[in-house]
C-alpha cells in the first residue's frame, strides 16, 4: 500500500518511511507547503494540517507535527519549536534553561486524512536537553544535537539511524499509523 506524506522534510520523511515500511506501507512524499496552524495543542495542530494537505492533494494523506516541551516550561517551544529554532536560535534556546529543569519530552502526532474523517496517532520520547550540543543535528532536525534521549545513552544526533528508530517520537507514531491501516485495509 502507498501513501502519501506531506512534507518538505527529508529527515522527517526518511524517519517516517523506515517506520512504516516493516508493515508494507510504503509512503511517497508530497513536496508541499502546509500552512502552520498556530495553535497550541499539537493534536490540533496535526489534523488542521491534514485537512489542509487532503485539500490541496485530493487525496488520502499523512501529515505529522512534532513538538520538544521542555519541563521547566511546559508548554514551550511546543508547536513553535521550528519558530524558536529561527528566531532564537539552539544557543539562546539552552540559555532558557539555565539553572532549570532540563527534561523534556518530544511528541509527534501523525495525523491521517480521507477527506471524511481524520484519525491522530500519538508517539513521545522522553529525555534531557542538554547544556551544549553533541553530535550534528541532520538537516532540519535542529533539536537533535541537544537532546539524549532516556535509555538511548547518546543525543539523537549521535544515533545511528537504526538506533534513532528505536527510541524515536515519529517513529512510533509512524508505526502506530501502519498498524492502524493495516487493520483498516484487512
Not at 522527517?12 to 498556530?38: C, M, S, T, W, Y
Request: aromatic share 10%; hydrophobic share 35%.
Amino acid at each position: 500500500m502507498k501513501l502519501l506524506f506531506a512534507t518538505t522534510n527529508p529527515g522527517k520523511f526518511r524517519e517516517a518511511a523506515d517506520a512504516v515500511k516493516e508493515r508494507g506501507l510504503q509512503l511517497e512524499q508530497a513536496n508541499i507547503e502546509i500552512e502552520e496552524p498556530k495553535l497550541l495543542e499539537l493534536e490540533k495542530t496535526a489534523e488542521r494540517k491534514a485537512q489542509l494537505a487532503f485539500n490541496a492533494l485530493g487525496r488520502p494523506v499523512v501529515v505529522e507535527d512534532t513538538g520538544v516541551f521542555f519541563d521547566e516550561y511546559p508548554l514551550f517551544p511546543g508547536t513553535y519549536s521550528k519558530f524558536a529554532v529561527k528566531t532564537l536560535g539552539i544557543p539562546a534556546l539552552l540559555k532558557l534553561l539555565e539553572g532549570g529543569k532540563r527534561g523534556a519530552r518530544f511528541a509527534t502526532i501523525a495525523a491521517y486524512c480521507d477527506g471524511k474523517t481524520t484519525n491522530t496517532f500519538e508517539g513521545e520520547a522522553r529525555g534531557t536537553i542538554l547544556e551544549t550540543p553533541e553530535g550534528k543535528s541532520r538537516p532540519g532536525l535542529a533539536y537533535d544535537s541537544v537532546f539524549k534521549c532516556d535509555g538511548g545513552g547518546k543525543t539523537f544526533a549521535q544515533m545511528t539511524v537504526k538506533e534513532k528508530n528505536e527510541h524515536s517520537h515519529r517513529t512510533k507514531a509512524f508505526r502506530k499509523l501502519a498498524k492502524w491501516l493495516a487493520r483498516k485495509e484487512a
